[in-house]
């Protein structure tokens, strides 16, 4: 048995550009951290935004810092509700994605593209790559052991650098189906 990885619910979530921020929240707005997350330097907010699409809208957390974009990450069945075709995406990659609208307290914002339904991955240091024999954005499967749903996620793509933590990120849809939180063991 290789070595276990802990296994993560990515909720629905906005990460905002700096400029997008202060048109939501005001001018020289900084985001107020509520919680460390598992990849270090990111952080829950305090605040939220409004996420509007043709069919429905959803209050979403924000996740600092402030990226240099602005991206929607929600799960398919959230796309769903909101009437929006998320594309599977690995985040960053935007290009071509829907839009939809975001209200904050001072303001709105229509982005033109970045909701995605974010393409299944685990961060990893180059230490942890080199364990597990992989290299960065190498597609792996990954079997998931829980209680009553264990199952095996393909499509896993490795994301590596000195700056993650070793964690595999799946969205609610996913996280549900497998009985998360868990932990999965790299089967190539």
Request: aromatic fraction near 4%; charge should be negative; include cysteine.
């Amino acid at each position: 048995m290789g070595k276990t990885i802990l296994v993560e619910t990515s909720a629905r979530h906005v990460h905002l550009s700096q400029a997008d921020l202060e048109t939501l929240f005001g001018k020289g707005y900084v985001l107020t951290n509520k919680k460390d997350l598992s990849q270090p330097g990111q952080f829950a907010c305090q605040e939220k935004v409004t996420v509007i699409g043709p069919k429905g809208e959803t209050k979403m957390s924000i996740l600092g810092p402030t990226r240099a974009q602005t991206q929607v990450e929600v799960s398919l069945t959230d796309a769903r509700s909101l009437g929006i075709k998320a594309l599977i995406r690995e985040s960053g990659d935007i290009e071509g994605t829907a839009g939809c609208k975001l209200v904050g307290p001072a303001g709105e914002v229509e982005i033109s593209c970045g909701v995605i339904a974010a393409k299944r991955h685990i961060h990893m240091t180059p230490a942890d790559a080199q364990e597990f024999g992989v290299q960065d954005k190498d597609v792996v499967s990954v079997e998931v052991k829980s209680a009553d749903r264990s199952l095996v996620f393909g499509d896993v793509v490795c994301r590596v650098s000195d700056s993650y933590a070793l964690a595999m990120h799946i969205d609610t849809d996913e996280s549900n189906a497998a009985g998360a939180p868990c932990e999965g063991i790299i089967i190539k």
